[in-house]
Nanobody, 126 residues
Framework: QVQLVESGGGLVQPGGSLRLSCAAS????????MGWFRQPPGKEREFVTA?????????FYADSVKGRFTISRDNAKNTVYLQMNSLKPEDTAVYFC??????????????????WGQGTQVTVSS
């Protein structure tokens, strides 16, 4: 089993920044991708960004966050980060970290990921 624990959410003003962390533990040796999804109030869960270990490593971003959000990782700590800059009110959501142990399905699809964190609230408001 794999456990994911997120941290770093909170309240921030528009234009501000936050950094989310996701620490993975347990049977992480078969990890092929890790990503972030979010669920805005009253809406479906949506893809934000992901990092794939396949092919030397690739990153993927939703169009809505390109140029503002950055995913990074610390392999020694089994931790993935999401740096969020120039935050907008529409970025308000519960953010979930996810881990894929089997490369089945699109990396942008929630179905690809077998393990999920508990979620952390990000609120962008003045």
């Amino acid at each position: 089993q794999v456990q994911l624990v997120e941290s770093g959410g909170g309240l921030v003003q528009p234009g501000g920044s936050l950094r989310l962390s996701c620490a993975a533990s347990g049977r992480t040796f078969s990890t092929n991708a890790m990503g972030w999804f979010r669920q805005p109030p009253g809406k479906e869960r949506e893809f934000v960004t992901a990092f794939s270990w396949s092919g030397g490593g690739s990153t993927f971003y939703a169009d809505s966050v390109k140029g503002r959000f950055t995913i990074s990782r610390d392999n020694a700590k089994n931790t993935v980060y999401l740096q969020m800059n120039s935050l907008k009110p529409e970025d308000t959501a519960v953010y979930f970290c996810a881990l894929s142990s089997r490369p089945l399905g699109a990396i942008t699809s929630a179905g690809r990921y077998s393990y999920w964190g508990q979620g952390t609230q990000v609120t962008v408001s003045s």
